[in-house]
T-cell receptor, first 111, second 115 residues
Framework: KQEVTQIPAALSVPEGENLVLNCSFT??????LQWFRQDPGKGLTSLLL?????REQTSGRLNASLDKSSGRSTLYIAASQPGDSATYLC??????????FGEGTQLTVNP | DAGVTQSPTHLIKTRGQQVTLRCSPK?????VSWYQQALGQGPQFIFQ???????QRGNFPDRFSGHQFPNYSSELNVNALLLGDSALYLC??????????????FGPGTRLLVL
């Protein structure tokens, strides 16, 4: 059974800091991995999708890496801003469409 | 393009009642998945519908059932509500032919409170 773990559960940083969120998964037989952002009480916004054959994806200040063999992914946020405050969720997809999510990292960026 | 829409946004029910939640997928999408997200946890997969049939199911009891209509919209029904069913219910749509590049787009969710 696939299990996804995210560390840390919560993170508070001052504005402008670079930071790394971690995600690990137990079964390396994945199709892809996605990072989502969730604002309080809202739905999920997809940030980055990494195919199983890829090592990383970048979008603006965000960079996600994937090491499938070790079952790890990181989300790097550069020059953090207060607007980045949200919960960040990692989800892996095996063959088929169901996603398995971690419990998220709650990020607070202080002005 | 309105993206994925869900209704209602909020709902309050009492134990034992039945509830129906609705989802309209993003334009061009043919697959709808439902997830339950309890407070402080990641979403849990309930089931997925494609071509009006349930294709995959997570570890949820038969009290949870669904339907997909010819226009690809979907309903989630929960019978005999329990306090533990209180959660944010998320709908996600995708295009099955997208393969490994398929991205699931999520709606804003329906917040269900069972008293």
């Amino acid at each position: 059974k696939q299990e996804v773990t995210q560390i840390p559960a919560a993170l508070s940083v001052p504005e402008g800091e670079n930071l790394v969120l971690n995600c690990s998964f137990t079964d390396s037989a994945i199709y892809n991995l996605q990072w989502f952002r969730q604002d309080p009480g809202k739905g999920l916004t997809s940030l980055l999708l990494i195919q199983s054959s890829q090592r990383e994806q970048t979008s603006g200040r965000l960079n996600a890496s994937l090491d499938k063999s070790s079952g790890r992914s990181t989300l790097y946020i550069a020059a953090s801003q207060p607007g980045d405050s949200a919960t960040y969720l990692c989800a892996v997809r095996p063959i088929g469409s169901r996603l398995t999510f971690g419990e998220g990292t709650q990020l607070t960026v202080n002005p | 393009d309105a993206g994925v829409t869900q209704s209602p946004t909020h709902l309050i029910k009492t134990r034992g009642q039945q509830v129906t939640l609705r989802c309209s997928p993003k334009s061009g999408h043919d697959t709808v998945s439902w997830y339950q997200q309890a407070l402080g946890q990641g979403p849990q997969f309930i089931f997925q519908y494609y071509e009006e049939e349930e294709r995959q199911r997570g570890n949820f009891p038969d009290r949870f059932s669904g339907h997909q209509f010819p226009n690809y919209s979907s309903e989630l029904n929960v019978n005999a509500l329990l306090l533990g069913d209180s959660a944010l219910y998320l709908c996600a749509s995708s295009f099955v032919a997208g393969g490994s590049q398929e991205t699931q787009y999520f709606g804003p969710g329906t917040r269900l409170l069972v008293l």
